[in-house]
């Protein structure tokens, strides 16, 4: 390539991440997510099980796997462990550059091992299956009612955990008047009973016939790419 050809290609460019640059949130991120079709590896996720060792073989920091069953859609996503979230936002599994990043549970807020209440973070997408996109069905009743067991893999093998609530939380709203409780890494069984009650007003559906005795509590966070600073949280309970 000639140099002025390059130079007009670097022009170019600029102007385009210019303009993407002072296009709103929302819009922004579309166009983002439409040119880098190809900078994740999130798709191997849907329709391609592996089992824990499997995916253990691919980083060492996996300590679960999700299943979860969408309309006949096989969702299944690797958990890591990590000591820096904010590296994995932008960082997958195989230890690549990604757009979805890694979904993942930090292990200063959440540890595996010690915590009853595994946070677990996941990018969400505008239009495609990636990663935790699909947790947005859940708020539509029918969706969530039908799909509100999931299952997971750990070392011991697997377990099923049943759906409490699929929640927004518009963080906007600021610490004051957010209720942020659920971000605990630990509860009483009477401080998980008050954490759950708290968590009402901002749930969009609710199964109303489960009850928290004590059991392990996970915590799936995601974006709602419609909103900036809005995120999606469902919570679940370990069946035993």
């Known amino acids: ?3 002025k050809d390059k130079k007009k290609c670097v022009i170019i460019i600029s102007i385009v991440i210019i303009l993407i640059g002072l296009l709103g949130f929302t819009l922004r ?5 439409i040119l880098s079709i190809e900078s994740t590896q999130s798709t191997q996720y849907v329709d391609n099980p592996r089992t824990l060792k499997e995916w253990q073989e691919v980083n060492q920091n996996v300590v679960m796997v999700l299943e979860f069953n969408s309309n006949g859609i096989l969702h299944n996503i690797p958990v890591l462990e990590v000591e820096n979230g904010d590296k994995y936002m932008k960082r997958n599994p195989w230890g690549n550059y990604d757009t979805m990043g890694s979904v993942f549970m930090e292990k200063e807020i959440s540890p595996f091992i010690g915590s009853n209440n595994w946070l677990i973070n996941g990018h969400s997408s505008f239009n495609k299956d990636w990663n935790f996109t699909f ?4 708020s539509n009743k029918d969706y969530f009612n039908k799909h509100s067991i ?7 093998g697997f377990h099923s955990f049943k759906i409490v609530s ?7 709203l600021g610490e004051e008047q957010l209720y942020l409780g659920w971000y605990h890494n630990n509860f009483s069984i009477k401080e ?6 708290e968590t009402l007003p901002y749930t969009l559906v609710l199964n109303a016939g489960v009850e928290y005795q004590g059991q392990q509590i996970m915590t799936l966070i995601t974006c709602n790419m419609k909103k900036k600073d ?3 949280v469902l919570m679940a309970i370990e069946l035993n």
Do not use: C, P, T
């Not at 991120?29 to 997510?33: D, G, K, L, Q, Y």
């Not at 999931?150 to 011991?156: K, N, T």
């Not at 699929?166 to 906007?172: S, V």
């Open 1 to 3: 390539m000639k140099i």
């Open 29 to 33: 991120n579309e166009i983002s997510e």
């Open 135 to 138: 947790l947005k069905n859940y």
């Open 150 to 156: 999931y299952q997971v893999e750990m070392e011991d």
């Open 166 to 172: 699929f929640a927004e939380y518009d963080y906007d």
């Open 192 to 197: 998980g009973i008050s954490m759950f009650k």
């Open 230 to 232: 809005s995120r999606y």
